[in-house]
């Protein structure tokens, strides 16, 4: 029986290209083989998924501008010819560099190394902005020209104003610090200082 079946199978097989509408022929039953399970291959464990690798962004250099500026302001707290009880204006940070720095960061170590000396006052915050916009400058504006920032020191009535450039190659930058007297724009003081990491 097994014989025809697969004498029949064969000869379907090979003439599969007619087709025909015919019955197909009674098949009898035949018996039933044991069932195996099927034969699966070994499966590999499962390696875990390595995440991409993302190249590391290259690493920024710190420059530590607290300790650049306190020198600097130590020599212009000394320095001959300064009237004690001033008003003084900070004005924003000049970049001279071959790239970029964060002026903010420079402007903001100088006011915080002068907050805590009695030689100068210096122009509240509030005070700042009120002449700014008495000059139509935006908040925005660094105030990095000698001219602006003297313009403002006017406007805001103090005595002297304080204006920071930071020079050089931007990877080992030089601060450079003029303190002018705003009547008359001469310079009271300077320092140059080595920015330090």
């Not at 420059?63 to 924003?92: C, F, K, R, Y």
């Not at 170590?109 to 916009?133: G, I, K």
Request: some cysteine; aromatic content about 2%.
């Amino acid at each position: 029986m097994t014989r025809l079946a697969g004498l029949l199978s064969l000869s379907l097989l090979l003439s599969g290209c007619i087709v025909q509408q015919q019955k197909p022929a009674p098949v009898e039953p035949t018996q039933p083989t044991p069932t195996q399970p099927p034969v699966t291959a070994p499966q590999e464990p499962q390696q875990p998924q390595q995440p991409p690798t993302v190249p590391q962004p290259p690493k920024l250099q710190t420059l530590n501008w607290e300790a650049s500026v306190q020198p600097l302001i130590a020599q212009m707290l000394h320095a001959d010819g300064v009237t004690p009880g001033s008003v003084l204006l900070v004005a924003g940070t000049r970049n001279n560099t071959n790239g970029s720095i964060q002026s903010a960061k420079v402007t903001n170590a100088v006011v915080s190394a002068l907050s805590n000396q009695n030689q100068f006052s210096l122009v509240p915050p509030e005070q700042l902005q009120a002449a700014r916009q008495s000059l139509g400058l935006s908040a925005e504006d660094s105030l990095s020209t000698r001219s602006k920032a003297i313009g403002i020191a006017r406007a805001a009535n103090a005595q002297y104003v304080l204006y920071t450039t930071v020079n050089g190659d931007v990877k080992s930058p030089t601060l450079q610090m003029l303190l002018m007297l705003v009547q008359s724009g001469e310079i009271a003081w300077s320092g140059n200082g080595v920015v330090q990491n």
